[in-house]
């Protein structure tokens, strides 16, 4: 029974389709015919409700479809009717049906000519009136709703970004703003069904009237006066049978194009806004004052006016009432359980903010910080080559009301103050004077700044300094610390969907890449590695190629990073030069190589320790070669020995973590090289 109901109902849309084949091919009798056309006038009224009970027009997204074959099994039926019309009509009023009958005699007393005139009328309403006007605002909405999708599509990322809805609810929202597309452009395709058939019915009608009118007299030898009352009358039944229904249909339509999204149903929307006694006060005045005048319908307005004032009255003492409270009856805990939403985080990224940055992520103020962040997000992902997660932003009622703080797996890893307020003024060399206001250091570059109203902004920016609100300076060090703990973001999630987008353009080299020879941790390591020493992951399926190759050498992580670093020379230098100009860098003498190189062969368990007095020499004069490239923003790199890297990697990346060491290995043989300074000369590290 279960699958036989499923199975009638998937035939049951071809089966109608078939009927109306059948209604328009062959001939049905006069009784049958009353069924069809109740069952029509059945089917619309049902739609009407259904649309009227709506509360939002996707509620009813299956209209489009259902109009067109409504509208074709009542086209469908006029065929059946007029061909009944015109074969049996000289044998009585009763020969179509008494459906057909009934409304020819009763709904017009029998007289065609009245019959003419309220069919005339019906056919104005429904075409000029209702048709028309739903049609323009379907065409509108149609315009406006795909004008507006791209707005909505962002709208939805920003939310996902921002954390506020998850990926499942905003694939629902994606879906929803899609079929509200199609829906809209449906229906203003639709109303082109009901104008044309209000047209079809009139038609129709003046068929049936000049094929009575030549039928009766020739075939049946009908008198004129006869047979123009019988046949005309049968039309007019049979036209106003059928465009009853079709008015119901188009007041549907303009019902459902005309919705304004709501959680309540159409009954329930209206009667929300005009229950207001301030609505109906006025209403009830103005009746009575109408109903005192003289030679007004007193017995008429004045009963009216007291409705009208009973209403206002009655929604005065509502609204009055104090609200209902809802007691509900709270399920005792279970103390012995602890879930494990008590003691995990889901979430990579947080943003804790104190109170008073609060109106940074309120929406009524326009929430400045979380489109910066978003921005954020998508700038980081295209510059590392996978998706950052999300950043969720939180209060905490334990930081000082004005301190923000950056945690990445739970780890703070940034943590400043900002003013909502006012203007964060940088002094980036070029400022000139002095600026009143708070003094500080700016999170992300260690420049001195200065907190200043926002009216001095102008004065600030002329005098060299560079102006920045607060939601953009938290976003700059949000920025700067997801960069530099990129390593920290990547997991072997992030490294599958890496897998999987690949696999779509070159699938045997993922196949060749894991999870044979290469296990998905052992693959997420390597990668992780090179972030850690800022080699984004923008040109995977080089990067991909050359750990395959490695592979097939060995398997363990930091072996496969050091044989694939050559490879990816170009990519490590193109941040530091152009192509044109010489790359520049700082080495190591000779002699100080050497002791390095011993040092790190004599160190079985691969830690690479080296002297601490000699490694603070090391560090001290990098340090002070590196101070004039610095200051002029010239960025260098530091080109070791291969077997040294690492320990040189691991000893100045505190002091220089911005700073790439490289194997000579690692310099393309065509790129030009400027040695800018050697470390381990006896003026460099005295002995």
């Known amino acids: 029974m279960g699958r036989l109901l499923p199975n009638m109902r998937s035939s049951a849309l071809p089966a109608a389709i078939l009927l109306l084949v059948v209604l328009m091919t062959v001939p049905i009798p006069a009784a049958m015919l ?123 990322d920003a939310d996902l970004n921002a954390g506020l809805i998850t990926p499942d609810e905003a694939k629902k929202r994606r879906v929803d703003v899609a079929t509200e597309a199609e829906f809209y452009g449906s229906m203003d395709g639709s109303s082109k069904f009901v104008k044309g058939d209000a047209v079809a019915g009139l038609l129709i009608l003046f068929a049936n009237i000049i094929g009575g009118l030549i039928l009766g007299p020739v075939s049946h030898g009908l008198a004129i006066g006869v047979a123009a009352k019988t046949y005309i009358l049968l039309a007019i039944g049979d036209a106003l049978v059928a465009q009853i229904p079709s008015l119901l249909l188009s007041i549907a339509a303009a019902a459902i194009v005309t919705r304004v999204n709501s959680e309540k149903d159409l009954a329930g929307q209206i009667g929300s806004q005009f229950g207001s006694a301030k609505t109906w006060t006025p209403v009830a005045a103005i009746l009575g004052l109408l109903g005192i005048l003289p030679g007004m319908p007193h017995m008429v307005l004045l009963p009216a006016a007291g409705i009208a004032g009973f209403t206002a009255w009655k929604l005065r003492q509502i609204a009055r009432r104090p609200a209902p409270v809802e007691v509900i009856a709270a399920e005792p805990l279970d103390q012995s359980k602890i879930g494990w939403d008590e003691v995990t985080d889901a979430m990579q990224v947080n943003l804790d903010i104190g109170y008073g940055l609060v109106p940074l992520v309120d929406e009524r103020k326009g929430a400045p910080l979380m489109g910066r962040i978003t921005g954020v997000r998508r700038q980081l992902s295209k510059e590392l080559g996978f998706v950052v997660p999300q950043v969720r932003v939180r209060d905490d009622i334990n930081l000082a009301p004005f301190t923000y703080r950056l945690l990445v797996n739970g780890v703070v890893v940034g943590e400043d103050s900002a003013s909502p307020d006012e203007m964060l003024a940088l002094d980036t060399g070029n400022a000139v004077g002095q600026l009143h206001g708070k003094k500080a250091k700016d999170p992300t570059f260690g420049l001195d700044a200065t907190w200043i109203q926002p009216g001095d902004a102008d004065v600030a920016t002329g005098s060299g300094y560079l102006v920045v609100d607060a939601g953009t300076v938290v976003a700059t060090h949000l920025n700067h610390v997801l960069g530099a703990n990129a390593s920290d973001l990547l997991g072997p999630d992030e490294v599958q969907a890496l897998l999987d987008g690949l696999k779509e353009r070159a699938a045997n080299l993922v196949a060749s890449l894991s999870p044979s020879p290469l296990s998905l941790t052992t693959l997420t390591t390597v990668l992780k590695s090179l972030l850690a020493e800022g080699i984004p992951l923008k040109e995977f399926r080089r990067i991909a190629a050359s750990i395959a190759v490695a592979a097939q050498r060995t398997q363990d992580a930091e072996e496969i990073l050091e044989l694939i670093r050559p490879d990816l020379g170009a990519l490590i230098i193109q941040k530091l030069c152009s192509v044109r100009e010489p790359l520049r860098v700082m080495t190591l003498e000779g002699g100080l190589e050497g002791i390095l190189n011993q040092a790190v062969r004599s160190d079985p368990s691969r830690r690479h320790v080296i002297e601490p007095d000699l490694g603070r020499r090391i560090v001290e004069a990098l340090q002070r070669a590196a101070q004039p490239m610095i200051a002029e923003a010239k960025p260098f790199a530091l080109v070791v020995q291969p077997a040294i890297r690492v320990a040189i990697r691991k000893l100045v990346k505190t002091v220089l973590p911005d700073t790439p060491v490289m194997s000579f290995f690692e310099v393309p043989e065509d790129k030009a090289v400027e040695v800018v300074a050697v470390i381990g000369a006896p003026q460099a590290i005295p002995a």
């Open 34 to 156: 009353d069924i069809f056309f109740v069952m029509n006038i059945a089917i619309s009224l049902a739609v009407l409700m259904v649309a009227l009970n709506a509360q939002k027009p996707l509620d009813f997204s299956a209209f489009p479809t259902v109009l067109l074959f409504a509208t074709l099994f009542r086209l469908g039926l006029n065929v059946a009717s007029t061909r009944v019309v015109l074969a049996h009509g000289h044998e009585g009023e009763a020969a179509a049906g008494h459906v057909i009958e009934a409304f020819g005699s009763f709904l017009i007393g029998g007289d065609y000519v009245v019959g003419i005139f309220v069919f005339a009328i019906l056919v104005i309403i429904n075409l000029i009136v209702v048709t028309k006007g739903a049609g323009r605002v379907s065409e509108v909405s149609a315009r406006f709703t795909l004008d507006a999708l791209p707005g909505k599509q962002m709208a939805i």
